[in-house]
T-cell receptor, first 113, second 116 residues
Framework: GAGVSQSPSNKVTEKGKDVELRCDPISGHTALYWYRQSLGQGLEFLIYFQGNSAPDKSGLPSDRFSAERTGGSVSTLTIQRTQQEDSAVYLC???????????FGEGSRLTVL | KQEVTQIPAALSVPEGENLVLNCSFTDSAIYNLQWFRQDPGKGLTSLLLIQSSQREQTSGRLNASLDKSSGRSTLYIAASQPGDSATYLCALSTGWMNTGFQKLVFGTGTRLLVSP
């Protein structure tokens, strides 16, 4: 596989609840990305982690979204007070050996009712 | 602002046909371009990566070309098979930032169906 595990694969929640999505890449790759794929739209960049550097959060759509990466490995994307427009597939990717390579996990499908 | 367009949005062909998927972009100052495949309910699988200094890349029945001056890339699939049915996305990078980060801009994809 791509060496990126995401959980849960599916999450249904009620509007206003908080959700956490997890990304667990194989070790040895310091670059980690979160993207969002909404129905009928292209992938939207959310956040990037690189080693111990400060993450690039420029793609986060609002302050309800946050992400952490602990120990340079596992990352958690948290969405607070979910809204229906947050419904999407959230994809995590790790960098590869060649410049520009990305390997994606299978995503977490979030449905906000 | 870089915009990436993929035409057609959907394509249906019989098995065995050769086909071309198109990707166009508005800003030729790109670092690299990638073609991905996405199966329903799955993540993205990288197919081919073309650096800006390259003109094409080949992998098996797939060949991707890049023409920066015209803002176009094509993905050629030879002798298509039903297993090729998926959504194909192109994504390009406009360069690296200080942290080594490159932000990819994705097209909305071409949904391909290859019939037996």
């Amino acid at each position: 596989g791509a060496g990126v595990s995401q959980s849960p694969s599916n999450k249904v929640t009620e509007k206003g609840k908080d959700v956490e999505l997890r990304c667990d890449p194989i070790s040895g790759h310091t670059a980690l990305y979160w993207y969002r794929q909404s129905l009928g739209q292209g992938l939207e960049f959310l956040i990037y982690f690189q080693g111990n550097s400060a993450p690039d959060k420029s793609g986060l759509p609002s302050d309800r979204f946050s992400a952490e990466r602990t120990g340079g490995s596992v990352s958690t994307l948290t969405i607070q007070r979910t809204q229906q427009e947050d419904s999407a597939v959230y994809l995590c990717a790790r960098g590869g050996a060649s410049p520009g390579e990305l390997f994606f996990g299978e995503g977490s499908r979030l449905t906000v009712l | 602002k870089q915009e990436v367009t993929q035409i057609p949005a959907a394509l249906s062909v019989p098995e065995g046909e050769n086909l071309v998927l198109n990707c166009s972009f508005t800003d030729s100052a790109i670092y690299n371009l990638q073609w991905f495949r996405q199966d329903p309910g799955k993540g993205l699988t990288s197919l081919l990566l073309i650096q800006s200094s390259q003109r094409e890349q080949t992998s098996g029945r797939l060949n991707a070309s890049l023409d920066k001056s015209s803002g176009r890339s094509t993905l050629y699939i030879a002798a298509s098979q039903p297993g090729d049915s998926a959504t194909y996305l192109c994504a390009l990078s406009t360069g690296w930032m200080n942290t080594g980060f490159q932000k990819l801009v994705f097209g909305t994809g071409t949904r391909l169906l290859v019939s037996p």
